[in-house]
């Protein structure tokens, strides 16, 4: 089992930058692929960012790609997603995930383990 906690939502204004962090808790010494997803209002969840083990590799959803960036500290065990130049349609609840697996993957059925969410508003 592994538990994820994610922390950092807020309301911001358009252009604004906010870091939101994901941390793993339970067999997090298993390597295991992490992943943003995200769930705009009245919407399906849809996918942000994904990393490999160890952290190689990266993968965005376009509508973020140059904007956002994923890290992870396998030391700390936390998951990171850096936000710049936030646009209303990032407007969304943030989710951690985890998944069997050392590969990144945008596909949110490959991912187990969720967390709770974090919900991020940008106003204009």
């Known amino acids: 089992q592994v538990q994820l906690a994610e922390s950092g939502g807020g309301f911001v204004q358009v252009g604004d930058s906010l870091r939101l962090s994901c941390a793993a808790s339970?067999?997090?010494?298993?390597?295991?692929?992490m992943g943003w997803f995200r769930q705009p209002p009245g919407a399906q969840r849809e996918f942000v960012a994904a990393?490999?083990?160890?952290?190689?590799?990266?993968i965005y959803a376009n509508s973020v790609k140059g904007r956002f960036t994923i890290s992870r500290d396998n030391i700390k065990n936390t998951l990171d997603l850096q936000m710049n130049d936030l646009k209303p349609d990032d407007t969304a609840v943030y989710y951690c995930?985890?998944?069997?697996?050392?590969?990144?993957?945008?596909?949110?059925?490959?991912?187990?383990?969720w967390g709770q969410g974090t919900r991020v508003t940008v106003s204009s």
């Open positions: 990393i490999s083990w160890p952290g190689r590799r990266t």
């Open positions: 995930a985890s998944r069997t697996g050392d590969v990144a993957s945008d596909l949110d059925g490959e991912y187990i383990w």
């Open positions: 339970g067999r997090t010494s298993v390597n295991r692929g």
